[in-house]
């Protein structure tokens, strides 16, 4: 009898061996773990991630998890609902590309962080953890497929919970049995919702979504070491999973590539606060710029064109608030026009109501590209623009943006990245000690040292 995929998977995760993970493998996710950590710090200073923090203090339920940018410390469910939600509190995490609803840093490696504090494992443990979540996480998210959206979950709230399942059930060393009853568990814990996007008030739920699947496969994986079941086909069961939220999945993604193609090399790391498909249109009209030069008041139309969700989910030309901008493939076009777009602080309640940037919006046009579709060329876009005194209409077509895996930061712009982020929030040097720790991560002995350089700062 033929091993279901939700067994297979979790054998898979179980048998990872950090020596047998390629040397480039843990290259990009020591760069994700890097950036993840950063962008979280980051977070920490936002009213939402404040709102989380003081919720898990006022439950007085202590831990030895970190609860990055605090001197507060909590049970590890609850440090990765905190630090996701922080992760995820400005647009700024790192995803996998091509899209498949996977957040990695948030959701795989801040669980499995969390877990590591409160039991004290070594860094080699953390980063194989880490990579075991994200590849099963990963897969899952492939095999589901873009119909989740489509029909308005919002996917990481949803493939997230087992991809922090894993990672901290790998570091509990649960068996095989027990493994696939947190997968099972972790798919009860799945959700979230894209309304957050067509809302009048309310987006600021999207900063939850990924704390909330962090925290739900933590506690998956806790409750299957007690002895808590589920079900054993919960990927691919008839009411499982991806028959479920998906239209038409792929269950046979859930195994392809197992062992031979590692999922974690396709991380990756944003440069802009704004949703991940606004990256090529804003690169595309950068590229125009800088070729012919021009000024914003000669702009007579934009034209973006690009997948299908460009048009279905991000044509928002009134965003009610900052969230919702930052969703807004025409509001991100418009600022980059006035505003360094690879400057968090760019995006500001300020900029939301800046009259030039509102004005611009409303020449701008979204469309689907059929090459663009025809080729899966995912989160491309090419940007058409016509100017006021040239009758000629000009394009530029970006594929592949820089930070991803086709085109990636080096690690000095990751680290650079990070000391931008954390200016004014660590002291001066601070990061450098963070990136440094990282950088040898395989070489720690008790990760806990890491969580020190993060927490304590108020």
């Known amino acids: 009898m033929a091993m279901n995929p939700t067994r297979r998977l979790a054998r898979f995760a179980l048998g990872l061996n950090y020596n047998r993970i390629p040397a480039r493998v843990i290259e990009r996710a020591k760069a994700c773990i890097l950036d993840t950590l950063a962008v979280s710090l980051y977070g920490s200073t936002k009213p939402w991630s404040r709102m989380v923090v003081d919720l898990i203090r006022a439950s007085d339920s202590r831990g030895g998890s970190t609860i990055f940018g605090s001197s507060c410390k909590a049970q590890p469910a609850q440090a990765a609902l905190a630090n996701g939600v922080m992760a995820h509190a400005f647009e700024l995490d790192n995803v996998r590309q091509p899209g498949a609803g996977v957040h990695p840093g948030a959701t795989a490696f801040l669980p499995a962080f969390a877990m590591a504090e409160e039991i004290k494992v070594d860094g080699k443990s953390l980063l194989t953890a880490f990579v075991a979540g994200c590849e099963v996480m990963s897969r899952i998210g492939v095999a589901a497929g873009n119909s989740l959206e489509r029909r308005?979950?919002?996917?990481?709230?949803?493939?997230?919970?087992?991809?922090?399942?894993?990672?901290?059930?790998?570091?509990?060393?649960?068996?095989?049995?027990?493994?696939?009853?947190?997968?099972?568990?972790?798919?009860?814990?799945?959700?979230?919702?894209?309304?957050?996007?067509?809302?009048?008030?309310?987006?600021?739920?999207?900063?939850?979504?990924?704390?909330?699947?962090?925290?739900?496969?933590?506690?998956?994986?806790l409750l299957a070491s007690r002895g808590f079941a589920g079900p054993e086909s919960v990927l691919e069961g008839k009411f499982g999973f991806c028959r479920t939220f998906s239209d038409s999945p792929r269950i046979a993604y859930l195994t392809r590539g197992l062992r031979t193609e590692f999922e974690t090399l396709n991380i990756c790391i944003k440069r802009c606060a704004c949703h991940i498909n606004a990256h090529a249109p804003i690169e595309a009209l950068q590229?125009?710029?800088a070729e012919i030069g021009f000024s914003p008041e000669d702009v007579r139309e934009i034209t973006v064109g690009g997948i299908e969700k460009?048009?279905?989910?991000?044509?928002?030309?009134?965003?009610?608030?900052?969230?919702?901008?930052?969703?807004?493939?025409?509001?991100?076009?418009?600022?980059?026009?006035?505003?360094?777009?690879t400057d968090p602080e760019s995006f500001s309640e300020t900029s939301l109501k800046h009259r030039k940037i509102l004005a611009m919006m409303r020449r701008i046009r979204l469309k689907v590209d059929h090459e663009i579709e025809g080729k899966g060329w995912d989160r491309a876009?090419?940007?058409?623009?016509?100017?006021?005194?040239?009758?000629?209409?000009?394009?530029?077509?970006?594929i592949h943006f820089k930070g991803t895996p086709g085109n990636p930061l080096s690690q000095s712009e990751v680290e650079e990245k990070a000391r931008v982020l954390t200016r004014g929030i660590l002291p001066d040097g601070h990061m450098s000690r963070v990136a440094e720790a990282v950088k040898n991560l395989d070489q720690i002995e008790d990760v806990s040292v890491i969580g020190a350089l993060l927490g304590g700062i108020e």
């Open 152 to 221: 308005g979950f919002h996917a990481p709230g949803l493939t997230g919970t087992f991809g922090a399942a894993v990672a901290a059930g790998k570091l509990l060393g649960l068996d095989e049995r027990h493994m696939i009853h947190a997968l099972g568990i972790a798919g009860s814990y799945s959700g979230g919702l894209i309304e957050f996007s067509r809302c009048r008030e309310g987006a600021m739920v999207k900063r939850l979504h990924l704390g909330k699947a962090a925290e739900g496969g933590v506690t998956a994986a």
């Open 381 to 398: 876009a090419r940007v058409t623009i016509r100017l006021a005194n040239d009758k000629r209409r000009r394009s530029a077509l970006v």
């Open 310 to 341: 460009l048009v279905t989910h991000h044509a928002i030309y009134q965003p009610k608030d900052l969230m919702m901008a930052q969703y807004s493939i025409p509001f991100c076009i418009a600022l980059s026009l006035y505003l360094d777009p």
């Open 287 to 289: 590229k125009l710029r």
